[in-house]
């Protein structure tokens, strides 16, 4: 198996959400295929992923620096040398060569739509679905339960207010979503925790409800907050202030006594080194939120992993961000504790294909080979103007 190409292109998301610190308005992903040598059905067998949600495209990364690199590779040097195949570890090395150590950033979002391609063309060219080929490929069982899914909504929209709220709780409970997640910090307090208890008595259990900051506060309103929904019982209490400032968030798993959940914003084993030993974070209760299309994909994520399990810390915490089709293949691979979904919001990325199976809390991915992105609706016309 040999590389012949790599193709990138940037797709914009639909829709007009906010949270507390970002409009979603302008933003793009970047949808990157690894084409092989390897023909099915008279066509190159290619390999697609993104680089998950909620940053920009990167394009410029990808083509003036990764793909190029790739592409002048000995082919060789690419596969690995147990099965001839593909290597995706091989790959992310040669697409990180020159690269400084550090300023992880934007370079990592990149990186990892490359990597992650690579991890489908494994699967399709294995006729599996991703799930199973990552359990291999990391000495496990693929976990046939399914995944326990929450529902990432409660957003800031143009005009809407406490009773739109309500009736997006309801719509995700009538799809099959226990728990839900909803914004905080773009409101005032009071505001803000008139929005809580609304979407508390949707679900009529707190635990159902988790709260997502999006890193906006400062010490003093992350406590204020913190205060005020102590006695809610919330399912978790999500990224109140800036993702690398590690000692406010152990300041506030000193004072806040329920779960809270961070990093999705860490990028490399090293931030989530510095998070475990100056966060503060608690063992029995927080959640790790750290995403592979974010940070130089699976490679560097299971890593992740690995270092979690070394502090004494259930790889079932891990609650990949994203919401997506890839995080659901890795999250059901390495037998992690849940993931997200985005049912109303981030198209053509967020969500599951219509062949994935939701019943009981709990998401099944389909059988489709590879990630089955080309399954899911809007999607599979992107991936086939970047694949023709």
């Known amino acids: 198996m040999q590389i012949v190409d790599i193709r990138e292109m940037a797709v914009p998301l639909e829709g007009n959400v906010t949270n507390s610190v970002v409009s979603f308005a302008g933003h793009t992903v970047s949808l990157v295929a690894v084409i092989s040598d390897v023909r099915r059905n008279g066509r190159p067998l290619a390999g697609v992923a993104f680089d998950s949600i909620g940053r920009f495209a990167q394009g410029g990364i990808l083509r003036d620096r990764m793909i190029p690199r790739v592409l002048g590779a000995d082919p060789g040097s690419l596969l690995s040398p147990d099965t001839g195949l593909l290597d995706p570890a091989r790959v992310l090395e040669r697409a990180m060569k020159d690269e400084k150590p550090g300023g992880h950033g934007d370079r990592a979002a990149a990186a990892a739509a490359l990597e992650l391609a690579c991890w489908d063309l494994l699967a399709k060219h294995a006729d599996e679905p991703a799930h199973a080929v990552i359990a291999k490929a990391h000495g496990r069982a693929p976990d046939l339960t399914g995944a326990a899914v929450y529902a990432a ?15 997006e709780l309801r719509g995700y409970q009538d799809d099959g979503y226990p728990v839900a997640k909803i914004k905080i910090g773009g409101a005032p307090l009071d505001e803000d925790l008139r929005r809580i208890e609304a979407a508390i008595e949707v679900t009529g259990d707190g635990g159902a409800i988790a709260v997502d900051a999006n890193g906006r506060f400062d010490w003093t309103q992350a406590l204020d907050y913190a205060k005020a929904m102590s006695g809610y019982g919330l399912r978790w209490y999500e990224e109140a202030t800036d993702p690398l400032d590690f000692d406010l968030n152990r300041r506030l798993a000193e004072a806040y006594p329920g779960p809270i959940a961070t990093g999705e914003n860490l990028f490399s084993v090293q931030d989530v080194r510095n998070l475990l030993n100056f966060g503060g974070v608690r063992a029995d209760r927080d959640v790790f939120q750290m995403d592979a299309g974010l940070s130089y994909g699976l490679t560097e994520y299971a890593r992740m992993i690995a270092l979690m399990e070394e502090r ?16 659901l293949h890795i999250v059901t691979g390495l037998g992690l504790g849940g993931c997200e979904a985005y049912p109303g919001v981030f198209q053509p990325f967020g969500g599951y294909a219509p062949g994935c199976r939701l019943a009981g809390g709990r998401i099944h991915p389909a059988d489709d080979p590879g990630f089955g992105l080309e399954a899911k609706p809007g999607l599979s016309e992107q991936i086939a103007k970047l694949v023709a």
Do not use: W
């Not at 909504?153 to 009736?167: D, F, M, Q, V």
């Open 153 to 167: 909504g409660g957003y800031y929209r143009p005009g809407g207010g406490i009773a739109e709220l309500k009736a």
């Open 312 to 327: 004494g810390i259930d790889r079932r915490s891990a609650f990949p961000h994203g919401g997506h089709m890839i995080n």
